[in-house]
C-alpha cells in the first residue's frame, strides 16, 4: 500500500510539473578537455568532444544518450602513455527544478521566471552506463616495467580492450530564448567523472581500477517544443 501510495505521489509531481510541458527531445554537441586518474601520475589535459540526445520526461528530468571521443595521457619525463579513447552511454540527468516550488501551470514558470531562477532550476546531477574503448600507445623504460613487476603489477597486453564504465555528471543548463513551453536553446557546462571497471586506461595494471574525467561546454536545441 505505501508502494503504491509513493507512486501516485511520484506520477502527481511530474504531472503537476508538466502541465503546458510538451516533453521535447533534446540534441547538443561540445567539447572541452579530458584528462587520467590513473597508475602513471603526471597526468596531462587533452581535447575532448561530444555529442548528445535527451527525451525530457519532465521539465527536470531527462533521459538520453551520448556518445564521446577524447584522449588520456601521462609523461612523466621518462614514461608516457596516450589512450585515443571512445565513448557511450546511456544516462539520466535530475534537476533541482524538480524540488522548487514552482507554479503548477508550467508556462506561468517558462514565461514569468526571473532569469537566476531559470538557471537555478536547471542545476543537475546525473549518473548512467556505458561502454569505453581503448586505444592506447605506452612509452615505458625498461627500469619502469620492472617497477610495476616488482609491485606484483602487468604491463597490459591488450591495447584496444573495450570495458563497462558508470559516467557521473554534475552541470548545468543555461537557457535562453522563452516560449509557452520552455526553452529553445541551451548553453550546457558539464563535468563528468568516469568509473572504470578496467585498470587499463593507461597500459598499467596494478589492482586499481583507474578514473577520468571531461570538463565541457556545449551547446543544445529542443524539437518538438511548440511555440
Request: glycine fraction near 12%; aromatic fraction near 14%; include cysteine.
Amino acid at each position: 500500500m505505501k508502494k503504491l501510495f509513493f507512486t501516485l505521489i511520484m506520477f502527481g509531481c511530474l504531472a503537476t510539473a508538466s502541465a503546458q510541458f510538451s516533453r521535447p527531445i533534446t540534441i547538443g554537441a561540445g567539447a572541452g578537455v579530458s584528462y587520467g586518474l590513473t597508475d602513471l601520475k603526471n597526468t596531462k589535459t587533452n581535447f575532448a568532444w561530444y555529442g548528445e540526445g535527451d527525451y525530457l520526461l519532465s521539465p527536470f528530468i531527462s533521459f538520453g544518450l551520448q556518445a564521446q571521443k577524447g584522449e588520456l595521457s601521462g609523461d612523466n619525463g621518462e614514461n608516457s602513455y596516450n589512450n585515443s579513447y571512445y565513448a557511450g552511454n546511456v544516462n539520466a540527468k535530475l534537476r533541482l527544478g524538480q524540488f522548487m516550488d514552482l507554479p503548477e501551470n508550467y508556462s506561468y514558470y517558462t514565461l514569468g521566471a526571473s532569469n537566476l531562477q531559470r538557471i537555478l532550476s536547471n542545476i543537475y546531477i546525473g549518473a548512467g552506463a556505458g561502454l569505453m574503448k581503448n586505444r592506447i600507445k605506452t612509452d615505458f623504460t625498461g627500469t619502469y616495467m620492472e617497477n610495476i613487476l616488482n609491485r606484483e603489477g602487468e604491463i597490459a597486453k591488450d591495447r584496444s580492450g573495450i570495458h563497462f564504465v558508470v559516467p557521473l555528471n554534475i552541470g548545468l543548463d543555461i537557457p535562453f530564448g522563452r516560449t509557452l513551453y520552455g526553452p529553445k536553446w541551451a548553453i550546457n557546462v558539464n563535468y563528468q567523472h568516469g568509473l572504470t571497471f578496467n585498470d587499463n586506461v593507461d597500459g598499467v595494471i596494478l589492482g586499481k581500477n583507474d578514473q577520468y574525467g571531461v570538463m565541457t561546454v556545449g551547446v543544445k536545441y529542443a524539437f518538438f517544443n511548440r511555440n
